[in-house]
C-alpha cells in the first residue's frame, strides 16, 4: 500500500490508508464548502503534509485539507498506469551523441502522462515515445542529476551540473540538454554560462510552460528545438524556448542575457538588451548574429570553475528601504552586495552610510538597476558619481539576477578584491555589450524579420 | 563669495575660494591623468563633499575629486545668469486652471538654463519662456512641494503631495501636474492613485529622460503632453511619457500599472499587462479603453487617505535567500512582507518556515511575481497553493513595486487584520485586471495601431 501512496506523509498518509484508498482512485470527497471529483493522485517529495491531491476533470490539480474532508469516498478507479509508455530509442550511427541531464523541470517530469500523475520519469526510450522526432536528430542518453522544483535550485545545483558537463564534454559527448524548471532558468544559464571554461559543446537549458498533458503543450516543440541546438556549432550556454504566441519557431538565447518575463505565457523568455543570438524552426537555425563561440574541430578542453561564495546579499531598492538591512548583511559577514538600483544605478543617500561601511570592510558592491532593460550611467549624475566614488562598481547591461550570480561566481574565483574587482569588470560569458542596441527595446522578433531588421 | 559657490562644502569650498574662483568661471583642471576644460557649477544639497563638478563642452558634467587636482585655473568666464529668462505667463480667462506641483524632478529643475547650471527653477514664468506651448493649454500656476532627487522619495513625500492636491482638487483646480524625477516615478504614481479616494480632476505625473540643455530633450514635449492630459476629463492619477523612440506622441499611463523599463531611453515608461490607457499628440487625446473615472459635472469631493506603514519589507526572492532575513523583518517588527516570488508566485521550500512563522505573527505576506508580467497563478503548482494554504495572499497581476505600495498603504489604513486583507484583495484604482491581454505583452504601440488592434 505505501508504494501506491507516494509522497504522502503522515496525517494525510494515514487518512488514506484508513479510507482505504490509493493512488489513482477516482474519488469524491466533500468539504464544508465544496464538493470535488477526481483522481487521487501521487505528491512531491516537498510537497506539505495534511493535504491530498486530486486532478479535477478539467486537468487541474487541487489540493484539500485533510482537516477539511467531512466525506470522501471511492468513485471509480483508473487504470493505473505507472510507466510512460517506452519504445527503445533508435540510434542511428553518425548521429550526434546528446546527454539529457535531468533536473525536476517541467519537460522531464510531465513528458506524457494519462492518468494525471507527476511521476519525473525521462528515460530515452520514453522521450522517443513522446517525442518521436527527437530520432531524426540525435542519439539520446539519460541522466538524472536531481530532481527539485526550479525554485529550490541553489549554487549547489549548478555546481553538480557543471561537473557533470565538464565530463561528459571532455569525453567526446557532441551537445547537452538541461530540462529545468522556468522558474529559476535565466539563474542556471548564467550561473552555468561563467561556470564552464573554454566550453566545447553546446550546452541548452529549454522548459516548458504548459505541462504535457495540456493541449497547448510547449514541452515537445521546445525539446525538439533543444536538440537542434545541441547538435549545432554553437558550443556556449544557450537558453531556448518558444519565440512568439504563434507557437512557430523558438529563440536561441544567450545563457547571461535571458529573463523569464511573464508568469504563464509560453513566449516569457527574452534576451534583454540585445536581440536573441538566433531562432530555430523546423529543426533549421538561423543565426542573427556571427559573434558567438563555435564549436572547434579539435576540441578545446572544458574546465569547470564551480566555486561560489553563498553569502551575497541581493538588495533590490525601494522608497522604504532602510540601512539597517545592509548593516545586517555586513554584520552577518557577507562578502558581495547587489544592489538592483533605479534607473541609471541609484539608491537613496540615506543608505549610503551603509554602503560606504560594506566597502570600507573590503565587501563587493555592485550596482545594475531593476529597469532591467538598458546599462547603467552612474557618470550621469551627481549621486552615481558619489557611489562611484565611494567604489560601488557599475554592472554596465547586466541585470540584477546575472549580477548576483556573477558576484557569487566572481568571490568563488579568488579572494584578493582587486582581482575580484578586475574579474567582475570582465567580460567572462557575453554579459557585457559593446553598446545600447536600440531595436532590443521592446522587440517583436515577428516584426523585425518582416522589416528585414535581422 | 559664499553666495556664488552654490552647494560647496567643507574642503571643496575652501580650495575654490584659496584659488580665487566662482561660479560659471570656464576652468582648467588637471589631475594625474586627466585634463578637463569647463564651467564650474553649483551642486546639489546632497551632493558629496570634497567634489567640484563642471561641465564639459560635450555637455556632460563631471565630479573631479579636490585630492586629486594637481593643477587648476581660470581660463575664461561665462557670463553669469541666475535667473531663467522669464515672461509673464498669460492667463486667458476661461482656461483651464492647472498647477504645477515641483518635487525636484529633472522637467522642473533644468527646464531651461544657458550656463549649465542645474538650478531648479520653474515659476509660470520660466515655464512660459521655457515651452510657450503651455499659455495656449492653460492657465499655469507652481507651488514646490519639496526639492529632492526622486531615490530619495519616501512615503512621507506621498503624504505631503497627496494633501495638497486634496486641498487643490476641493478648491476648485482643474488639473495637476507633478514632474518627477524618472526613477521612482511609477511608486508615486501608484501610492497617489491609491491615496487619493474619489479624485475629482486629472493628476498627471510626468519627467524627462533628457535634461532639457540636451538637444534630444524630452522635457518640452512631455510637459506639454502632461499639460493637454491634466486639462481633459480624466480624473486619474496618470503618468504621461514619450511612447516611441520616434519621440512622436505621448502614452497615458494609468498610476497603479506603469513601471520604467529602461536605464536611458525616453520611451522608458511602460504600461504593464495591459495597453496604455490612450496617447496624446499635439495636443489631442486618444483614448484606448474607457474604462476609467471621468470627471462629473458635479465634482465629487476628493479625499486623501494618506496613512502608510512604513515597515514593509520588500523581499526579491533569488536562489541565494535564506530564512534569516525573514526572521530579522519579524524580529525588528515588520508589519507586512512583499514577497517578490518566481514566476507563478514561487519561493524556495527552505523559506517556507520562515513565511509561516510571519503569518503566524499577523504579519501581512502578500505575493507577486518578478516576471512583472502576468498574473501570479499559485492553484497550478502543489508549490503555490501551500503558500496560498499558509495563508500568503495572491497580488494577482500586481508588479512587485505596485504591491509594496499598496502593501503599506492598507496597513496604513486599518489595524484589524482581516479588514486589511479585504482591502488589499479589492481593486482601489485598476491595479487588477479582468483578464490577461495577450496584445499587451510586447507591445509596440506603432505596430498595434497599424494593425488597427487599438
Request: glycine share 8%; net charge negative; hydrophobic share 40%.
Amino acid at each position: 500500500m505505501s508504494e501506491n501512496l507516494k509522497g504522502y506523509k503522515k496525517d494525510a498518509k494515514k487518512f488514506l490508508i484508513e479510507h482505504n484508498l490509493k493512488l489513482w482512485d477516482i474519488i469524491k470527497v466533500e468539504t464544508k464548502t465544496t464538493t470535488y471529483e477526481g483522481i487521487l493522485l501521487p505528491r512531491y517529495e516537498y510537497s506539505k503534509a495534511g493535504f491530498i491531491e486530486i486532478k479535477l476533470e478539467n486537468n487541474y490539480n487541487v489540493g484539500i485539507k485533510v482537516d477539511d474532508i467531512t466525506k470522501i469516498e471511492k468513485i471509480g478507479e483508473k487504470e493505473a498506469k505507472y510507466k510512460i509508455p517506452e519504445k527503445d530509442f533508435p540510434k542511428t550511427k553518425g548521429f550526434p551523441e546528446i546527454t539529457l541531464l535531468g533536473t525536476g523541470g517541467t519537460v522531464a517530469s510531465r513528458l506524457d502522462y494519462t492518468t494525471g500523475a507527476v511521476i519525473p520519469a525521462f528515460s530515452p526510450g520514453e522521450l522517443f515515445s513522446a517525442v518521436p522526432e527527437l530520432a531524426d536528430i540525435c542519439n539520446l542518453e539519460t541522466e538524472i542529476v536531481f530532481k527539485i522544483f526550479s525554485e529550490n535550485m541553489q549554487a549547489t545545483h549548478w555546481q553538480q551540473l557543471a561537473h557533470q558537463i565538464e565530463t561528459l564534454a571532455n569525453s567526446g559527448k557532441d551537445g547537452i540538454i538541461i530540462p529545468h524548471g522556468t522558474d529559476t532558468m535565466g539563474y542556471t544559464s548564467a550561473a552555468l554560462s561563467f561556470m564552464l571554461k573554454d566550453l566545447s559543446i553546446p550546452v541548452v537549458v529549454v522548459g516548458s510552460q504548459r505541462s504535457s498533458d495540456r493541449p497547448s503543450s510547449d514541452a515537445a516543440m521546445n525539446l525538439i528545438n533543444a536538440a537542434t541546438v545541441a547538435t549545432s556549432d554553437i558550443a556556449e550556454v544557450t537558453l531556448v524556448m518558444l519565440g512568439s504566441s504563434s507557437h512557430d519557431y523558438g529563440l536561441i538565447h544567450r545563457g547571461t542575457l535571458v529573463r523569464k518575463l511573464h508568469t504563464s505565457y509560453r513566449h516569457t523568455f527574452r534576451t534583454i538588451d540585445d536581440i536573441p543570438m538566433g531562432m530555430v524552426q523546423n529543426r533549421t537555425i538561423r543565426m542573427f548574429t556571427d559573434n558567438y563561440h563555435k564549436k572547434d574541430k579539435k576540441k578545446r578542453e572544458t574546465t569547470a570553475l564551480t566555486d561560489f561564495e553563498k553569502k551575497i546579499g541581493f538588495i533590490y531598492f525601494y522608497p522604504g528601504l532602510t540601512s539597517e538591512m545592509i548593516h545586517y548583511y555586513i554584520d552577518k559577514g557577507y562578502k558581495g552586495l547587489l544592489l538592483a538600483g533605479t534607473g541609471l544605478g541609484h539608491v537613496a543617500t540615506r543608505i549610503y552610510d551603509a554602503i560606504e561601511r560594506a566597502i570600507e570592510e573590503d565587501i563587493l558592491v555592485l550596482m545594475t538597476s531593476q529597469t532591467l532593460f538598458g546599462f547603467v550611467g552612474m557618470n550621469v549624475y551627481s549621486t552615481g558619481r558619489e557611489l562611484l566614488d565611494m567604489g560601488v562598481l557599475p554592472g554596465k547591461n547586466m541585470m540584477p539576477e546575472v549580477g548576483y550570480v556573477k558576484l557569487g561566481w566572481v568571490l568563488g574565483q579568488t579572494d584578493n578584491l582587486e582581482d575580484a574587482k578586475k574579474l567582475l569588470m570582465t567580460n567572462i560569458a557575453g554579459e557585457f555589450l559593446d553598446r545600447e542596441i536600440p531595436i532590443a527595446f521592446n522587440y517583436d522578433i515577428d516584426r523585425l524579420l518582416k522589416d528585414n531588421l535581422i
